[in-house]
């Protein structure tokens, strides 16, 4: 796994979308970590130190795995190229197809009926 600075991430994370439009998926997870061990977060807690966490980014098409973390300052920003990444790439998703209104109102009431009741 190779950890990247934000920037280059999202380039090859576009690179990665690309290369998968055909066939193929892209998984991306998002996980708090602080970067150190936990004996290194203990020692910090007997301390009274705060422990800084970041966003741990990671994304992987089964070939190559890329991440990044992500600090509170560099968050906004990189939320705000990240969701314009998927935005561009999530073309071949099917619009989900929703029942009318009446229909639906219509079945619950049917099926409402037909239960037995208890005595």
């Not at 066939?23 to 602080?34: E, F, I, P, Q």
């Amino acid at each position: 796994m190779v950890l990247l600075q934000p920037d280059p991430f999202l380039n090859e994370l576009t690179n990665m979308f690309e290369r998968n439009t055909e066939t193929g998926s892209v998984w991306v997870t998002l996980k708090r970590s602080s970067l150190k061990s936990k004996v290194q977060k203990n020692k910090m807690k007997t301390a009274g130190q705060p422990i800084e966490y970041r966003c741990l980014v990671r994304a992987t098409d089964g070939k190559k795995t890329i991440s990044t973390s992500v600090g509170a300052k560099d968050h906004q920003r990189f939320q705000a190229s990240y969701a314009t990444i998927l935005k561009a790439r999530m073309t071949a998703l099917k619009k989900r197809e929703r029942k009318d209104r009446k229909k639906a109102a219509e079945d619950k009431k049917e099926s409402g009926s037909k239960k037995p009741k208890r005595v």
